[in-house]
C-alpha cells in the first residue's frame, strides 16, 4: 500500500515489513529478492532518513538489504533492528558517503538472531565511513574494539552506544575496550555501554567474586577529553 505515496521528492521512509507467513523464513531459507527494496530503491533514489524494521534473521534477507542500501547513495541515517548491524551490513554501509548515523533498535516483538552478530568484522576500504559520527550496535568488546583499530575505522565518532550481551575476559576485556576508545575516539562526546552481564551457559562465563567493574576499569575513559 505504501508504494502509492513513493516518488523521488521523499527524503525520510518509515516502515514495518512484516514476514511471519512467508514460506521461506518458516524453513529459514535465505531470499534473493524483496520486490518492495526494488520500488523503495527505484521509487524514492534520494531517501536521507530509512527507518526499517523486519521480523525475520539478518542473515535470511541480507543479499536483498545491502544492495538496498548500497542503492541509496544519499542515506544520511539507517535505522534497524538490533541485530541487524551485521558484518556485511556494516562493510556496505561504509561506502555511503553522507551516512551520520547508524542506529540499532529494540523492538517489542522478538526480532532477528543474535547469531548474526556473534562477530562482527567488516571489511573496510579508503574513504570508509567518511561523515559517520553516531554508532549504535550489538556487538562484544572485542570485536567492537577490533572494529576501532582497523584501517579507515570511523574515527570521528562523536556517539557511540553498544550493547554488550557477551563478556569474555570479563573485566580486563572492558578495561582494554575503553582504552581503545580513549585513543581512538578522540572526539567522542556520549558513551553509553549497556553491559548485559548474565552468568548462563553458553551466554557468558562465570566471574570470579573479584571481577567487578572499578575505578580501574574505567579510568581510561578520563583520557576522552570530550566525553560529557
Known amino acids: 500500500m505504501s508504494v502509492i505515496f513513493m516518488h523521488e521528492r521523499v527524503t525520510k521512509l518509515v516502515v514495518w515489513m512484516p514476514f511471519d507467513d512467508r514460506d521461506e523464513f518458516k524453513r529459514d531459507v535465505e531470499v534473493q529478492e524483496v520486490p518492495y527494496f526494488h520500488e523503495v530503491a527505484t521509487r524514492m533514489p534520494h531517501l536521507k532518513d530509512l527507518d526499517l524494521s523486519m521480523n525475520i534473521p539478518a542473515r535470511l534477507i541480507t543479499e536483498p538489504l545491502t544492495s538496498l542500501l548500497s542503492s541509496l547513495p544519499a542515506l544520511e541515517t539507517v535505522t534497524l533492528p538490533r541485530y541487524y548491524i551485521t558484518t556485511l551490513i556494516l562493510t556496505t554501509l561504509s561506502c555511503l558517503p553522507h551516512l551520520g548515523t547508524i542506529e540499532s533498535v529494540y523492538l517489542p516483538k522478538n526480532v532477528g538472531s543474535t547469531d548474526d552478530i556473534q562477530s562482527v568484522s567488516p571489511t573496510l576500504h579508503s574513504g570508509a565511513f567518511p561523515s559517520l559520527f553516531h554508532l549504535s550496535l550489538v556487538t562484544t568488546p572485542t570485536d567492537l574494539q577490533r572494529f576501532l583499530e582497523m584501517t579507515f ?23 582494554a575496550f575503553f582504552a581503545c576508545v580513549s585513543e581512538m575516539c578522540q572526539l567522542l562526546r556520549l558513551l553509553h ?36
Open 153 to 175: 575505522a570511523p574515527l570521528n565518532l562523536t556517539n557511540l552506544y553498544v550493547e554488550c550481551g557477551k563478556i569474555i575476559r570479563g573485566t580486563k576485556e572492558i578495561r
Open 193 to 228: 555501554f549497556d553491559l548485559l552481564w548474565m552468568e548462563e551457559p553458553g551466554v557468558c562465563p562465570m566471574r570470579e567474586a573479584e571481577d567487578r567493574i572499578t575505578f580501574e576499569t574505567l579510568e581510561p575513559l578520563l583520557r576522552c577529553r570530550k566525553l560529557v
